[in-house]
């Protein structure tokens, strides 16, 4: 499907612009399949020029050939694009819809569209910049097998891809669509520890930046539970055990569990209409 598609990306912002560089880069797409808009033209302009696309001055235009739609936009402005595309005619009646606008359900996308228009929903975060993103997918009622593997194949460009059922999406937008922003605040306060017992900020952030990233690779690559590579670490008597004692002083497990369920009940109503 992705082979033999116009693409039209609705959006070129961060992700918009990820999106088509990762799409791009791998080589499961090509150029001229390619046309972006935005509410900003000259934000599509400069994102069609670096990566040598087309740009158009409307979504309409961009979608109307489009047998793939990527939007890029906020939950807040999906019904809004949707009603656009409509009543310009601009959707092909076999088009995919992929949305990355969190709490917006595939049900309220296909409600804007007519009954043979596909919708996919994606959730991926922020990392998806340097192509180590995580993404979940999910398919719409109208959702086919080969529409969920094009999905899986854009995403898959960005880092790793999963599929869940749709019910599944606002508890992964919670965790891995915000998660980044919570462990950056505790790679921060853990850079702070380093700071206070004598260490530069910068060797502190460094040490603690290639801590994370080496234990997030060995969950990834033992598959071993992490409470069971944190025993590993730490032995009788020892400073990881003390250290870990300080910190469940301070309730992080739960701090940190409620952040993700707070975040995931936020999520959920991000897609509702403007009161």
């Known amino acids: 499907?992705?082979?033999?598609?116009?693409?039209?990306?609705?959006?070129?912002?961060?992700?918009g612009r990820a999106i088509t560089t990762g799409m791009l880069n791998a080589g499961v797409v090509r150029k001229e399949q390619i046309v972006i808009t935005d509410r900003k033209p000259e934000q599509a302009a400069a994102l069609a020029s670096d990566t040598m696309t087309r740009a158009a001055a409307?979504?309409?235009?961009?979608?109307?050939?489009a047998g793939l739609v990527i939007l890029c936009v906020k939950p807040s402005d999906v019904s809004t694009v949707l009603q656009e595309l409509r009543a310009a005619s601009a959707l092909r009646s076999d088009a995919l819809i992929i949305s990355i606008a969190a709490g917006v359900t595939t049900r309220s996308i296909e409600q804007h569209?007519?009954?043979?228009?596909a919708v996919v929903r994606a959730m991926p975060n922020t990392a998806c910049i340097i192509g180590k993103g995580m993404t979940v997918v999910a398919a719409?009622?109208?959702?086919?097998?080969?529409?969920?593997?094009a999905?899986?194949?854009?995403?898959?460009?960005?880092g790793r891809c999963l599929s869940l059922e749709e019910k599944h999406l606002d508890v992964v937008t919670g965790l891995s669509g915000s998660g980044p922003a919570f462990l950056y605040v505790v790679m921060e306060a853990l850079a702070d520890g380093g700071v206070m017992c004598g260490l530069p900020r910068?060797?502190?952030?460094?040490?603690?930046?290639?801590v994370a990233l080496g234990a997030a690779e060995m969950i990834l690559t033992?598959?071993?539970?992490?409470?069971?590579l944190k025993d590993d670490v730490t032995t009788p008597g020892g400073c990881t055990i003390a250290g870990l004692l300080a910190m469940e002083d301070g309730k992080i497990r739960s701090v940190l569990a409620r952040a993700v369920?707070?975040?995931a009940h936020v999520a959920g109503g991000l897609g509702a209409p403007a009161k």
């Open 1 to 15: 499907m992705l082979e033999t598609h116009a693409i039209a990306i609705i959006g070129a912002g961060t992700m």
């Open 58 to 65: 409307h979504n309409a235009d961009a979608c109307r050939d």
């Open 113 to 117: 569209v007519d009954d043979g228009v």
């Open 140 to 149: 719409g009622a109208r959702a086919t097998t080969t529409h969920l593997d």
């Open 151 to 158: 999905a899986r194949a854009i995403f898959s460009t960005l």
């Open 202 to 210: 910068s060797v502190a952030t460094e040490l603690v930046a290639q």
């Open 222 to 228: 033992t598959g071993k539970h992490p409470s069971a």
């Open 261 to 263: 369920e707070t975040a």
